[in-house]
């Protein structure tokens, strides 16, 4: 088996399991090594999949149960909507979670037969918003703060203040803010516990420590 048919083999493995499996048990199903399998585990996690160790009886490698959600059936009205409003939210550029935001739309146009997704993108068309406000917040500076938010990972910030200062530090993001004309995120920082809010079109750096 290639490894690329391997890695989706594994994958949906994983995906349809309700324990989870030791690495000697995944090498002895697909027929390689346990360290191949440690490899092909590292290469799903980088491909954003959160396969997760568990500990105790039943434990092993597992998929987090939040990743997956049963079948939704869309109309091709609801997947439009759906597409033009991550499209606009995509424009303005308020939004951090792009990529998610992205997977999440190519999903519901993949679940849509050729006939739907031809109605849907007829309607998308159609929907225009005017006046979208578009802060210089750069790619990846979104996409370390939207995996920094979603796995609570400790980040270092470089910020612009109100002023036009210059300020850093090491910190938590708490919570997001998406306002008419911009986004704020809600900080902690790690060594005092100060609670403060950051522009996010005003990060110039942005790095997991």
């Known amino acids: 088996m290639r490894r690329k048919s391997r890695l989706f083999a594994l994958a949906e493995y994983l995906r349809g399991r309700r324990t989870g499996v030791t690495a000697e048990q995944l090498?002895?199903?697909?027929?390689?090594t346990v360290r191949t399998i440690y490899r092909d585990l590292d290469a799903l996690r980088d491909a954003s999949l959160p396969v997760q160790a568990e500990r105790g009886p039943g434990g092993g490698y597992a998929l987090d149960r939040s990743y997956t959600l049963p079948?939704?059936?869309?109309?091709?009205?609801?997947a439009a909507l759906l597409v033009v409003l991550g499209r606009f939210a995509t424009e303005t550029?308020?939004?951090?979670?792009?990529?998610?935001?992205?997977?999440?739309?190519?999903?519901?146009?993949?679940?849509?037969t050729?006939?739907?997704?031809?109605?849907t993108l007829a309607h998308a068309d159609k929907i225009v918003f005017a006046a979208v406000p578009a802060l210089p917040a750069l790619p990846a500076?979104?996409?370390?703060?939207?995996?920094?938010w979603f796995e609570q990972k400790a980040v270092h910030l470089v910020y612009r203040r109100g002023d036009g200062s210059s300020n850093a530090r090491t910190v938590h993001i708490v919570r997001v803010l998406m306002e008419r004309t911009m986004t704020v995120i809600e900080v902690r920082d790690i060594e005092s516990g100060e609670v403060r809010g950051v522009?996010?079109?005003?990060?110039?750096v942005a790095r997991f420590v």
Request: no cysteine; net charge positive.
């Open 27 to 32: 090498a002895e199903r697909f027929g390689v």
């Open 71 to 78: 079948p939704v059936n869309f109309t091709p009205r609801e």
């Open 93 to 112: 550029r308020l939004l951090p979670f792009i990529d998610t935001l992205e997977a999440a739309l190519s999903k519901v146009r993949g679940a849509l």
């Open 114 to 119: 050729a006939g739907q997704q031809r109605e």
């Open 141 to 148: 500076i979104r996409r370390i703060v939207e995996e920094a």
């Open 199 to 204: 522009r996010l079109d005003r990060i110039d």
